[in-house]
């Protein structure tokens, strides 16, 4: 979960120093996705950004294949420890997708987007939207502008901010959902606390095509 080098090296130290720093209990963002998947009869899931696979359990679960990015080779490793071979991981950065040709019913990428830049987020959602199949769906958590760390850090562009010594967070709002997700397939916000307020932004692709900007 991070994009530059900067961000490769923030979070391989994160996971070396505080390993299974967030536990093994699945997001509710993730629970939700889950039983929004199951209803879907969606197969296998891709995450990016999958951390040591806390989030990946859920679906597998519920019977659902995963597949996952992450750009932390120690992550990589923890989740290899906990689950075997039974979910890939691909070891790298998701500004660097796709990592493969498949196409996936389901994506979750979760507490992710929001440390990208504006460039990035918009890259970001395109790969995603053109590997899921026909029909499938993309579930997006993203942290909301009524988070109280909001405004807080270094200013870096309109609703964007380092903190936390090396985090970059962009705050999301209604607005900057539709400006970014409406063209792919953007069908549904609903709020949901987590640590942090946010937001899940639930989107369909209703047929083959691909997101060329």
Not at 78 to 107: E, L, N
Not at 148 to 157: D, E, N, R, V, W
Not at 186 to 213: A, H, M, Q, W
Request: glycine content about 10%; proline content about 2%.
């Amino acid at each position: 979960m991070g994009n530059t080098s900067g961000g490769t090296e923030f979070w391989e130290s994160a996971f070396t120093e505080k390993q299974e720093m967030w536990g093994f209990e699945p997001a509710k963002s993730a629970i939700l996705t889950s039983d929004f998947f199951t209803g879907k009869a969606v197969k296998n899931v891709f995450i990016p950004g999958i951390g040591y696979g806390r989030n990946a359990q859920i679906f597998r679960d519920k019977g659902m294949t995963v597949t996952g990015i992450e750009i932390s080779k120690t992550a990589v490793e923890m989740a290899q420890k906990h689950y075997g071979s039974d979910i890939t991981i691909y070891h790298g950065s998701v500004t660097d997708m796709p990592f493969d040709d498949c196409r996936y019913d389901g994506i979750f990428c979760y507490a992710l987007i929001h440390l990208l830049d504006e460039n990035e987020r918009i890259k970001l959602i395109r790969d995603c939207y053109n590997q899921l199949s026909d029909n499938g769906y993309m579930v997006f958590a993203v942290i909301s502008k009524q988070a109280h760390t909001y405004g807080q850090g270094q200013f870096i562009s309109k609703d964007r901010y380092e903190m936390f010594g090396g985090v970059k967070l962009f705050f999301y709002d209604e607005a900057s959902i539709h400006a970014e997700f409406d063209h792919a397939g953007l069908f549904e916000i609903t709020e949901v606390s987590e640590n942090f307020p946010f937001f899940l932004v639930k989107c369909r692709k209703e047929s083959e095509g691909t997101i060329k900007r």
